[in-house]
């Protein structure tokens, strides 16, 4: 980090953030009007005789780049904004302009267009197009040719309704968003007493939210915060371990026939577009391609796991028997999917003498991120700045440079190895409040891209999570599963910052979606590593590094109880394959719940009651629908490439910068598998993947 160095104004303003839900709605119909007409003006005025890359896909592209700028801030208004009004108006608009671009992609003029100047491009004597605009033509091909079938109401193409295909693909929008609005806009919590929360220590008490009224002597947890995640590890109640266990998993009832409404016309959508099935439909333009591909991967996966389970789940049921209750519970031959990750840690704290509230000590939010940003300047040749210059405004809020006042700003140049030029802007917002999205998520607020005059439009990235602010009582302290998973999201905003193709469909972590999370997936591993645990750790009261014997033990349990610590990831990665997958007998439909069920005594692992979690997952309705299966197939990429580059030597900056320039920087304007073969110098393997996880 830099802080101090002097610096010029970045050549580029940050987005002022000053709209109010009445301007949002005209800035919304703004654009698509705007859009609108350049669709009109296109069709209008060029024909497929006289159609060219510069005339059709050069006004799509650049019609594309300009839109997003303002179309993903719309869209982080609706994530973000205190307002709620705000927040609802900005949903509404960019559930607008996400109808508007099904109804562009399945425009049949625009694609005639597009295949004509495909067509010229096959051609020997045409000019020949760089490898991003042949990929950026063909993918538009391929896009409106998948999409041209909901062209809209009233035609029908090779006797399929596509007025009742356009009609489902509409409600399927309307319906996530619903989904997720349902998950971030009501308060879901759950008031537990001093008692209920025995075993959690003092500082963790100390965050959270004390009641008044009818819930004086209580505690409040968030159940879209990152306490859910933390307590079922270290609360001794089982009782409240399965209190928090289905608090989560219900307290969304309102999705269940919402979501099952979406399996039904995601299969529908799927059968009318001639798919087997919506898997089929959506893996067709990832690297993996077919559901043939994805099942050998992920059903191997699955026999690894369950072979090795039985001996896991004995290790854990050790533990239970042995833990000191005044009255055993009759199901002391039984794990729970409640009781998981509490039967671990205490394995863990048995067997390797592995203390996490010790090892949280060395983690306090703002001096760890601090740390971590440092550690990417470092590999990758990046400078962060708060605020936009040297002489930075203090007051961020007031200046309109964030949405609220927790918000923190970067300006992010190159170090002078890097040219020393400007980079973007990154946007750190860590702290939960009502209506702010759940969960953890890294986001582009604007991608990068290159203007017709050849000046670049400069990238912004946000970085969204919920963990609890620090009080006078109890500094915020990150366990190590929160350090990776902070590590996984800034490694995301690396990807984006690091971004440098021509447009914007490309620029970053807009790549194909089982590839997004591979960079960030291997940046997990420096949370692994001994001399990076170093230089990332510091006690919250000392600043002194985490002890090498600590270390040791933590990196030790990395493949300790491996198939018990990934069941639940492959629970939902199956269960969305299945859900996905499945073909309903003639006259009923797929059965979400019957799927759910099977795949929750996953191992012989037992469910705790009635549960609906696929109605609480929002990876299902916000863009990893069938698509789960891409953080096991990213993970074997990952693991490929660190255990090639960087596992001798992980702060190597010469390796580090050679990963910018062949993966970071080209995002997804070349084929993603080409990169990585250029990268490794051979064709990846699973070896290494399966290493990592100790299977």
């Not at 039984?334 to 983690?363: K, M």
């Not at 469909?505 to 590839?515: L, N, P, V």
Request: proline share 5%; with cysteine; aromatic share 8%.
């Amino acid at each position: 980090m830099d802080h101090d160095r002097l610096r010029p104004s970045p050549p580029q303003e940050p987005v002022r953030f000053t709209a109010d839900a009445s301007s949002i709605v005209k800035t919304g119909d703004a654009l698509c009007d705007a859009a609108r007409d350049a669709m009109r003006k296109l069709v209008s005025t060029v024909t497929p005789e006289t159609a060219s890359f510069q005339n059709v896909m050069r006004v799509l592209l650049e019609l594309e780049n300009e839109s997003q700028l303002t179309s993903n801030v719309i869209g982080m208004y609706a994530l973000v904004a205190p307002d709620a009004n705000l927040r609802n108006a900005a949903a509404k608009v960019t559930d607008k302009i996400s109808q508007f671009w099904i109804e562009n992609k399945a425009d049949r003029a625009i694609l005639r267009l597009v295949e004509a100047v495909y067509q010229k491009h096959l051609q020997p004597h045409e000019e020949r197009l760089d490898s991003e605009s042949r990929k950026a033509l063909s993918e538009e091909r391929r896009n409106r040719q998948r999409s041209a079938i909901i062209s809209g109401p009233d035609l029908n193409h090779d006797g399929r309704d596509e007025s009742c295909l356009w009609r489902m693909q509409r409600r399927v929008k309307n319906i996530e968003a619903e989904l997720i609005r349902n998950l971030d806009e009501r308060r879901h919590c759950l008031w537990l007493t001093h008692e209920d929360l025995s075993g959690v220590p003092d500082d963790i008490l100390g965050s959270m939210e004390r009641g008044t009224g009818e819930h004086s002597g209580h505690f409040r947890l968030d159940l879209t915060g990152m306490q859910a995640r933390l307590l079922p590890s270290i609360v001794t109640s089982s009782a409240t371990r399965r209190s928090i266990y289905l608090a989560t998993r219900r307290m969304a009832a309102d999705n269940i026939p919402l979501f099952n409404e979406a399996i039904q016309l995601r299969y529908q959508s799927a059968i009318l577009r001639g798919y087997p099935s919506h898997l089929a439909y959506r893996v067709e333009d990832t690297m993996a391609k077919t559901p043939k591909a994805v099942l050998g991967l992920i059903e191997d996966l699955r026999d690894h796991v369950l072979e090795r389970l039985s001996d896991d789940v004995e290790k854990l049921l050790q533990m239970k028997r042995e833990e000191p209750v005044p009255n055993p519970p009759p199901d002391v031959d039984v794990i729970h999917w409640s009781d998981l990750q509490y039967y671990i840690r205490l394995y863990e704290e048995r067997h390797y003498s592995i203390y996490q509230h010790a090892i949280a000590a060395h983690f306090p939010i703002y001096q760890t991120v601090e740390r971590m940003l440092s550690l990417f300047g470092r590999l990758f040749g990046f400078m962060f700045i708060k605020g936009t210059s040297d002489s930075a405004r203090t007051d961020t809020l007031e200046e309109k440079l964030t949405w609220h006042a927790d918000v923190v700003l970067y300006s992010v140049w190159n170090d002078s190895r890097e040219g020393g030029g400007f980079v973007g802007y990154l946007y750190l917002d860590l702290h939960p409040r009502p209506g702010k999205s759940g969960g953890a998520q890294c986001r582009p607020l604007q991608l990068g891209f290159e203007r017709s005059d050849g000046k670049r439009h400069y990238p912004s990235t946000v970085l969204l999570t919920n963990f609890p602010q620090p009080v006078t009582e109890a500094p915020s302290l990150l366990q190590h599963s929160d350090v990776v998973l902070l590590f996984h999201e800034l490694g995301h905003a690396m990807h984006d910052l690091a971004g440098h193709c021509r447009y914007s469909r490309f620029h970053g972590a807009e790549t194909a979606s089982d590839f997004t999370e591979a960079p960030s997936q291997m940046l997990e591993n420096w949370c692994w590593h001994a001399e990076s645990l170093r230089f990332l750790s510091g006690h919250h009261a000392t600043g002194e590094p985490m002890p090498d014997s600590m270390i040791a033990s933590l990196i030790r349990t990395r493949v300790v109880l491996p198939a018990a610590k990934l069941l639940p990831q492959l629970k939902m990665t199956l269960f969305d394959l299945a859900v996905h997958s499945s073909v309903p007998s003639e006259g009923s439909s797929i059965n979400v719940e019957e799927i759910y069920a099977h795949y929750s005594e996953l191992g012989d692992i037992k469910s705790v009651g009635n549960e609906y979690g696929f109605a609480s997952y929002r990876h299902l309705f916000s863009g990893s629908d069938a698509l789960m299966y891409s953080y096991i197939w990213s993970k074997v990429l990952a693991m490929d490439m660190f255990d090639t580059l960087f596992r001798h030597d992980p702060l190597d900056d010469t390796v580090g910068r050679r990963y910018r320039r062949l993966i970071l920087e080209k995002g997804g304007s070349e084929e993603e598998m080409h990169a990585v073969i250029q990268l490794l110098g051979r064709n990846p393997t699973s070896e290494a993947f399966y290493k990592s996880l100790g299977l």
